[in-house]
């Protein structure tokens, strides 16, 4: 992955082992030492953008909130106990429709390096079943040959038979775990896109052919794989599109070992789209008319369609008990 030109760190965690063995990775850093994160990333009249085009990378401690409860916006699959945490704030990637622009003042990249305190509030929370969301606010296997969280998350959980986690990603790095015994309750979760919206839309993500790559790969390999087809957009031709996508993915990926697919079209925090806009003045998927409600999203009548034509022709070959629609 890119080497950082600078790196922030905490005076309190400067000789973490996650921080010397990022540091080692990234030897020809400039290194600045602050005492707290928060007084860079939340800075107001910071642009994510620009930020976003020389991303200096902060290590910090984190000190609180290490779950939080699974937010609305996001399917939980059927699972009571839903929760999900963040090790890592931003991304690798730079999707037009990215929610993180619209939360974070901050392009720049926060990594808490204190997985070990994840860890244990996990295990203080784990009496009954859980639900576990890993890669949110981030992309965390698109950072795993600096972090090696996620290795660390699946370590973690072959001990823990009650523990689902989920790990939702973009990225092509599967190589980066495939020595590691697959647990049947993590699940390794790719969103996928046509390759026309990849590439329009999905700034820096690895392309449809190599994110199914990496998920024939983990299948052979007997990991739980679901697919995510959200968010879909709606243009001019998005049922052509992900008509042609499903097609595909029913030529290249062995759909019978799938765990489920979640199909869900673009929705999102009122707040966080205004702010988005104005970083995206000429972004199409950005200022379509949406219907604004609780949250924004396409009209129902809209949505509705997308998300019937689309099951439909799912369900001629893949079982509809396993589709889940957002
Ligand atoms: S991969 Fe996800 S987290 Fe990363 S930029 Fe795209 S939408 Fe945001």
Not at 104 to 110: D, P
Not at 139 to 165: M, P, Q
Not at 189 to 200: D, F, G, N, Q, R
Not at 283 to 298: C, G, R, V
């Amino acid at each position: 992955m890119k080497k950082f030109r600078h790196i922030y760190i905490e005076e309190e965690i400067l000789n973490h082992p996650k921080t010397i063995s990022i540091l080692e990775k990234n030897p020809n850093s400039q290194k600045i030492i602050i005492k707290n994160y928060k007084t860079f990333f939340n800075r107001a009249n910071q642009n994510f953008q620009i930020q976003k085009q020389d991303m200096k990378l902060i290590l910090a401690k984190k000190k609180d909130n290490f779950l939080y409860d699974g937010s609305d916006f996001s399917n939980n699959f059927g699972n009571k106990n839903f929760y999900y945490n963040t090790l890592i704030l931003n991304c690798v990637y730079n999707c037009e429709y990215c929610y993180l622009q619209g939360m974070f003042n901050s392009g720049n990249i926060v990594i808490f390096v204190n997985i070990e305190d994840f860890f244990s509030s996990t295990k203080l929370k784990l009496n009954d079943d859980m639900f576990l969301c890993i890669s949110y606010e981030t992309d965390l296997l698109a950072f795993e040959e600096l972090t090696g969280f996620v290795r660390e998350w699946i370590l973690f959980s072959y001990d823990f038979s009650n523990l689902k986690i989920e790990l939702r990603t973009k990225s092509n790095l599967f190589n980066q775990i495939s020595d590691l015994k697959p647990n049947p309750n993590f699940i390794l979760a790719w969103t996928l896109s046509p390759e026309i919206v990849i590439k329009l839309h999905e700034e820096k993500t690895p392309t449809l052919n190599r994110r199914i790559e990496s998920i024939q790969e983990a299948i052979k390999l007997g990991w739980s794989v679901r697919i995510c087809l959200d968010p879909i957009l709606h243009f001019e031709n998005w049922k052509f599109e992900y008509t042609n996508l499903i097609k595909i993915i029913f030529e290249k990926i062995e759909i019978d070992k799938l765990l489920d697919i979640s199909i869900g079209t673009f929705r999102i925090n009122k707040d966080f789209l205004k702010k988005m806009k104005k970083l995206r003045p000429d972004s199409k998927i950005l200022h379509y008319p949406f219907q604004l409600e609780n949250e924004a999203t396409y009209k129902k009548t809209k949505k509705d369609e997308i998300l019937f034509e689309l099951k439909q022709i799912l369900i001629q070959k893949f079982s509809e008990e396993k589709i889940y629609l957002s």
